[in-house]
């Protein structure tokens, strides 16, 4: 069973710092783009960066200059790496990727979301 797991979230207080990771485990052949989604109360999931295989990254221009995705293809895992957090990064982070099954067959997956609160 394929599943993506996700830690790293908690209590933060502004101008600090956290890192998200994910990590794709079960049976499955590989592993195209993968990205970070959140969301805050009451607002719609937003995509918050997204990185290709081969290391192409996107950012929504709210976090550009301080979140940096990256990956490690080799550990089937990719990372988020947040700076100088504002209380409008607060939300339910989720990852989220398409999995070529052993089956030959593509999914998307969804991680379980962990919670990122940023105190003023």
């Known amino acids: 069973q394929v599943q993506l797991v996700e830690s790293g979230g908690g209590l933060v207080q502004a101008g600090g710092s956290l890192r998200l990771s994910c990590a794709a485990s079960?049976?499955?052949?590989?592993?195209?783009?993968m990205g970070w989604y959140r969301q805050a109360p009451g607002k719609q999931r937003e995509l918050v960066a997204r990185i290709t295989r081969d290391g192409s990254t996107y950012y929504v221009d709210s976090v550009k200059g301080r979140f940096t995705i990256s990956r490690d293809n080799a550990k089937n895992t990719v990372y988020l790496q947040m700076n100088s957090l504002k209380p409008e990064d607060t939300g339910v982070y989720s990852c989220?990727?398409?999995?070529?099954?052993?089956?030959?067959?593509?999914?998307?997956?969804w991680g379980q979301g962990t919670q990122v609160t940023v105190s003023s």
């Open positions: 989220n990727s398409a999995i070529m099954r052993t089956d030959w067959r593509t999914s998307d997956y």
């Open positions: 079960g049976s499955f052949v590989s592993i195209a783009a």
